[in-house]
Every structure is written in C-alpha cells, then in structure tokens.
C-alpha cells in the first residue's frame, strides 16, 4: 500500500505547496512513484507543477464519478507532470463549488460514503506508486476535512506565530475526530517551522518557546496522549520558494543547490524516517 501523506493547515500561506512538491520530487530521487493530488480550490500545485488540465481530467471530476459512480477508470484522471515518476490529478477550481460540496455532503450525509475515500482507495488498486500525497484546502469546513480523511498520514507546516499554532491545532482536532468517526487510522505524521526568517525574534525567541509549548498543548487534544514529530528542520524563507512556481517546478529541483533544497532534503530525511521506522 502506498503512503499517503496529506500537507495541511487550516490557516493559507504557510507554504503548503512548495512543501507538496518539494517533498514528492524528493521521494522520487529516492525511487519512489509518486502520485500528487491537488485538492486546494486554488489550484497552485497544479500550476507549480505545469500541469494543464481540460476540464474532465480532474479532481472534481474525479470525485463526481464516484458520487456518481460512473464506470470510468481512476487512470482517466491522472495525468503525467515533467518528472518522471510523479503524476498528478489536477486541482479544479470548482471544488469550492457550492454545487460541488453540496453533494459531496449529500453523499456523506445521506449514504454514509465519502467519495474521497471512494477514489483513494481506487488509486490504491492500481498498485502504480509508492507514495501519495495531497495539497489540501485551507480551512476548516468539509472541503477540507473529507479529503484528509482519506489519507494516513497528515503533515503540518507552519510559520512561527500564533495564527499558524492555531491552524495546526484545528488540524488535529479533526484528526482526532476523524480518528473516532471515519477513519481509525489517521494520524499526525508531525509538523514543522516553515519561511523562517533569520536573526529575528520569531526565529531566536518564539521557535524555541512553541517547542516546549506545542506538543504539551496537542496532547491535551487527545486525552494526554503526544502525537506526531516536532521535526527539527526549520525551512528557511527564500525567494527561491516563489521563484519554483513561476518556473513551475519543485524547488528542491530547480535549485538543488541552494540552501532552502538542502532544508528540505534535511525535512525529507525526518519524515522518511518516520514513514518507514
């Protein structure tokens, strides 16, 4: 069964995307198939990663064919980006549709089955990659919660200030209740600082304060129980990070030898040594 990683926070600009498609072109050096799905409204992993979309070929259409349950093949959705071993299913805009998430509740509330769920496990039958990992919404409604249910495993990037910590917590509030409700095998991968900025106090003084401080205060979240690595990477803030999505590619590709890819790989090793303990 392939890993399947969801990167998410309930607060947007904390840099999500760039860790999406840092981390997949990382597992793929290691000669891991990836799969990306794009499942924020927003549509910027789609775009970083220049992948075109007709319309059809997409994640909502995706995920109406299993509302739906339309015969066609998950294949049908899945397109090739540059990268050799990473494909994509494009993001949509219209998955903030009211009309989109009006049906996707119905067929949540009404049948009990929810279609993100319905799809990954279709991906996870064609036994065609290693890892899996989404680009999710930032917020804290159904569009964002049913998605990460369908995944194991959640990653939480965060920039250091208080908004963040916050969005991380909602984050695992919902793990928590997803855990109980829809899927008992969900769990906090762990989180990390992200677009730190040198010699400041957000980077000298709260850094070291959160790392005390957060993980006492998830644990409160889940009967008094710690869940998830604190990494000890830190992701520098670079213009490089917004450079890649101009170039429309991963930053730990186009500047592999600058020191924001070198953050990354460091973030790269911690993860993999959780995933594959």
């Known amino acids: 069964m392939a890993k399947v990683i969801c990167v998410a926070n309930h607060k947007g600009g904390v840099g999500k995307t760039t860790t999406t498609a840092a981390l997949a072109y990382l597992f793929t050096k290691s000669g891991k ?137 909602q984050v695992y509030q919902n793990i928590v209740k997803s855990r109980r409700r829809a899927n008992p095998n969900i769990k906090l991968l762990g989180y990390f600082f992200n677009k730190v900025k040198g010699n400041t106090s957000s980077a000298k003084d709260y850094i070291p304060s959160a790392r005390e401080t957060i993980p006492k205060a998830l644990a409160n979240l889940n009967g008094g129980v710690e869940e998830g690595v604190f990494f000890e990477t830190t992701i520098r803030d670079s213009e490089d990070a917004r450079k890649s999505v101009n170039f429309h590619c991963a930053v730990t590709e186009k500047f592999h030898n600058k020191k924001i890819s070198a953050d990354f790989e460091k973030l790269y090793e911690e993860i993999t040594e959780v995933l594959y303990e």
């Open 33 to 169: 198939r990836v799969l990306m799905i794009d499942a924020d409204a927003q549509t910027n992993l789609t775009q970083t990663m220049g992948v075109a979309s007709d319309g059809k070929r997409d994640i909502q259409s995706a995920v109406i064919a299993k509302i739906m349950n339309v015969p066609v093949p998950v294949e049908a959705f899945i397109l090739p980006t540059q990268y050799k071993n990473i494909d994509m299913i494009p993001g949509s805009l219209l998955i903030e549709d009211e009309s989109f998430l009006s049906r996707v509740r119905d067929s949540k509330l009404n049948e009990s089955i929810n279609p993100w769920v319905e799809l990954m496990d279709s991906i996870q039958a064609l036994n065609n990659y290693d890892v899996i990992i989404m680009d999710s919404h930032p917020s804290i409604g159904l569009d964002t919660l049913l998605p990460m249910q369908s995944c194991d495993y959640i990653l939480v990037p965060m920039e250091a200030d208080e908004r963040s910590v916050a969005g991380l917590s």
